[in-house]
């Protein structure tokens, strides 16, 4: 089993939305040529930082090979809302395990200082990430984020709109936590010049 292989076998929702929207015979026929797209892209993108490779080959990379195979079968509105399900549903199941885990005693808190560090790691420049991080407050975390890996290879794969998705399922894991409120203005995916995160407790 290659690594496109290995990668494709994680992407369960994404399949079932597929199987979903097509015949099973028609949809495993796609996934498999979604697979044999995805080790080429892994190939054309194998000489980027090692940090940088922590978001394209487990998001951007199989999205954008999915997404692409299937939308010269079924067109873009089909394809894109079979990825954006999918998106839903995967952080639906994010978000309600941080749901129960906001509401114990203190872990609004625990959490907001656990996103510097969190952040820092995850959004660094040497994951492909140009950030603005601000001074810490009492009860808020905020950082801007002004260049990004997701709207930067989406782009150059012909598939920018899918930046929007990934920017989506911020607001989606952390719009409706317990304890906290989470502000954005604009992202870089829908057109902004920064993608802000403003988590603040409440």
Known sequence: MNDAEKIMRK??????????????AR??????????????????????????????????????????????????E?????????AVRGC????????????????????LKAWDPLTKRLFAAGN?????????????????VTACPYCRTFTELGCPELTKIFCENDERIYGRLPGLSFERTGTLGKGAARCDFCLRKI
Request: charged share 30%; aromatic share 8%.
């Open 11 to 24: 992407k369960g929702i994404i399949k079932a939305e597929l199987d979903k929207a097509l015949p099973k």
């Open 92 to 111: 639906a199941e994010i978000e309600k395990k941080l749901q129960k885990l906001m509401r114990l005693p203190g872990m609004p808190s625990l959490f």
């Open 27 to 76: 949809s495993d026929a796609l996934w498999r040529e979604a697979t044999a797209r995805l080790d080429g892209l892994l190939a054309r993108y194998s000489a980027l930082p090692k940090g940088v490779h922590m978001h394209t080959d487990s998001r951007i990379l199989p999205s954008a090979a999915i997404y692409l195979t299937v939308k010269e079968v079924v067109g873009p």
């Open 128 to 144: 492909g990430f140009q950030n603005v991080f601000y001074p810490k407050k009492k009860g808020e975390y905020r950082m801007d």
């Open 78 to 86: 089909k394809a894109y809302r079979i990825i954006e399900d999918a």
